[in-house]
């Protein structure tokens, strides 16, 4: 999937946070978005996954702009787009498996019940979280609930994945392991959009980079 943001301006509160922002990314590319606390990383991520929408400019997907898609194409572009929260975006008084099975009921309803079990079992299984499955989510450390998040994601089988602060909760040895995972996906043609300062994250996945400007931040409109 390639994603272009075209002269993406945007306010909080009179506050402009994006000046005419530009950037893109390719199929099977990663874009690394970073930037100091309060610079609009999170801003960005929620008009990428299009939950916000900008006071002006495009979000393009494969040439078509997001607020100009007919239903069909809208609804397809949901499908393939993986959505990875910062603080996951579990429903808490849902279980893990609930949880998991909310996007696969939304996007693949053609799917059989046993089918989509058994993709949440096998991500589950992954992330080491299937014994937590019949479990409400707030019963998750924030790590595993992270990892709970990515899972979420991931069911749809994405074509682009976007994550708002990917591993800052989770340890160092899942973080490993989620790096490679990102990169597998990569190589796959998966799309991502990672929104973080993370070394590891910028030095191993990122081809492109947007480096939100901290002036941005002070100018009042
Ligand atoms: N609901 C809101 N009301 C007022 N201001 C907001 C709101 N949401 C965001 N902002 C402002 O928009 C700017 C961008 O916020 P954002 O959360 O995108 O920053 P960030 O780069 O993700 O920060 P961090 O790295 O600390 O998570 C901040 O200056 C913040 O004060």
């Known amino acids: 999937m390639h994603i ?14 994006f000046s005419d922002l530009n950037a893109q990314v390719g199929t099977g590319k990663c874009l690394v978005v970073s930037g100091r606390s309060g610079c609009g990383k999170t801003l960005f991520f929620s008009i990428a996954s299009d939950i916000i929408r900008p006071d002006s ?19 397809e572009f949901r499908r393939n787009l993986g959505v990875v929260f910062q603080l996951s975006g579990l429903i808490s008084n849902l279980t893990l498996e609930e949880n998991l099975m909310l996007p696969l009921n939304r996007h693949f309803k053609e799917l059989d019940k046993g089918e989509k079990l058994r993709r949440v079992n096998s991500l589950a299984k992954e992330f080491s979280l299937q014994h937590y499955l019949a479990q409400r ?18 069911l749809l089988k994405p074509k682009a994945v976007i994550w708002d602060a990917p591993m800052t909760e989770i340890d160092e040895q899942w973080g490993l392991y989620v790096l490679n995972l990102l990169v597998r996906l990569k190589e796959q043609g998966t799309t991502l959009i990672l929104c973080s300062n993370r070394k590891e994250v910028i030095n191993q996945l990122a081809d492109e980079q947007l480096e939100l400007n901290e002036m941005l931040c002070y100018s009042e409109l």
């Not at 301006?9 to 009179?14: A, F, P």
């Not at 400019?57 to 609804?75: E, L, P, T």
């Not at 989510?137 to 991931?154: K, P, V």
């Open 4 to 17: 272009e943001f075209k002269n993406i301006s945007h306010s909080v509160k009179n506050r402009a946070i």
């Open 57 to 75: 400019g495009q979000v393009v997907i494969n040439g078509s702009a997001v607020n100009q898609m007919h239903a069909q194409d809208y609804a």
């Open 137 to 154: 989510t707030e019963m998750l450390s924030s790590g595993q609930a992270s990892l709970a998040g990515l899972a979420r994601a991931l």
